[in-house]
């Protein structure tokens, strides 16, 4: 099982920044791809960013240029720097890691409980 811990998150007024974290703490035999959806009231659960093994990243077309994720090796972690928001980012914001935990596992998605992001005009 992949634990993942998120951080970040919060009330922020429209044009403001948050910057959101995701650890994957403990041994992963590969981690395929990382990144965070997104869940708004009476919406589908979209997907905002997500960077792949090799580094490719991609974005949510709303967001592009306004976000930006990037991961370090520690502790496997990822960010996602949020710039000038919009009361529409608003929404329960869930990190996702699709990895292969052990040689001997096949691959699946983790999911984190998620934090919440207001954003208000």
């Known amino acids: 099982q992949v634990h993942l811990v998120e951080s970040g998150g919060g009330s922020v007024q429209a044009g403001g920044s948050l910057t959101l974290s995701c650890a994957a703490p403990?041994?992963?035999?590969?981690?395929?791809?990382q990144g965070w959806y997104r869940q708004a009231p009476g919406m589908e659960r979209e997907l905002v960013a997500q960077i792949s093994y090799d580094g490719t990243r991609n974005y949510e077309n709303t967001v592009k240029g306004r976000f930006t994720i990037s991961r370090d090796n520690a502790e496997n972690t990822v960010h996602l720097q949020m710039n000038n928001l919009k009361p529409e980012d608003t929404g329960l914001y869930l990190c996702y890691c699709n990895a292969q935990k052990r040689r001997e596992d096949g691959e699946r998605d983790y999911w984190g409980q998620g934090t919440q992001v207001t954003v208000s005009s």
């Open positions: 403990g041994y992963i035999f590969s981690i395929n791809s």
